[in-house]
T-cell receptor, first 115, second 114 residues
Framework: AQKVTQAQTEISVVEKEDVTLDCVYE???????LFWYKQPPSGELVFLIR??????QNEISGRYSWNFQKSTSSFNFTITASQVVDSAVYFC????????????FGTGTRLKVLA | EAQVTQNPRYLITVTGKKLTVTCSQN?????MSWYRQDPGLGLRQIYY???????DKGDVPEGYKVSRKEKRNFPLILESPSPNQTSLYFC?????????????FGPGTRLTVL
């Protein structure tokens, strides 16, 4: 079965704390793609990052970093020195090439950064 | 400006009254998709389309229809809406056959079915 699990429903941190959002996926396919999207309080969905199954390099973009580990089927997202503007719902998503082109999203993690 | 547009943004209707939510993109994208977002359930894919006249079911297609007669448009049709279709709906598009490409999302349509 193809599945994405974001076990953390809601996380609250104080500004400047580091926070990690967990994403665990399941797929039968050897070729697949993982994404993170951000949904701020205004409601739009904003693309953050993508990874393919053959690229396990971690990535850093400013205060954001992503850790992709195939051995644990995880694609975790860390925000360093969080800011109030990071408050949002974050979704992890999976798609795969097996004759269908579906997307599977996790249930999302709501991050609240308190001033 | 590259964008995905949806209309209407808000809609309140009654059970059984057919409605259409339009989706249009100006990026010449081949792939388009519809999602619904419900509390605690995240985004769930309703239907997607790989290109004109090519559509397929997502995970929650029951009660919905789609069509793709033109590349830029992908309307979502609710023939007989029911209260359990009250939700926030998003349309999305991405380029090409490459699943690696990110999706661009519309602003969302909040539908209430009484």
């Amino acid at each position: 079965a193809q599945k994405v699990t974001q076990a953390q429903t809601e996380i609250s941190v104080v500004e400047k704390e580091d926070v990690t959002l967990d994403c665990v996926y399941e797929t039968r396919d050897t070729t697949y793609y993982l994404f993170w999207y951000k949904q701020p309080p205004s409601g739009e969905l904003v693309f953050l990052i993508r990874r393919n199954s053959f690229d396990e390099q971690n990535e850093i973009s400013g205060r954001y970093s992503w850790n992709f580990q195939k051995s644990t089927s995880s694609f975790n997202f860390t925000i360093t020195a969080s800011q109030v503007v990071d408050s949002a719902v974050y979704f992890c998503a999976l798609t795969y090439n097996s004759g269908t082109y579906k997307y599977i999203f996790g249930t999302g993690t709501r991050l609240k950064v308190l001033a | 400006e590259a964008q995905v547009t949806q209309n209407p943004r808000y809609l309140i209707t009654v059970t059984g009254k057919k409605l259409t939510v339009t989706c249009s993109q100006n990026m010449n994208h081949e792939y388009m998709s519809w999602y619904r977002q419900d509390p605690g359930l995240g985004l769930r894919q309703i239907y997607y389309s790989m290109n004109v006249e090519v559509t397929d079911k997502g995970d929650v297609p029951e009660g919905y229809k789609v069509s793709r007669k033109e590349k830029r448009n992908f309307p979502l049709i609710l023939e007989s809406p029911s209260p359990n279709q009250t939700s926030l709906y998003f349309c999305a598009s991405r380029s090409g056959g490459q699943s690696y490409n990110e999706q661009f999302f519309g602003p969302g349509t909040r539908l209430t079915v009484l």
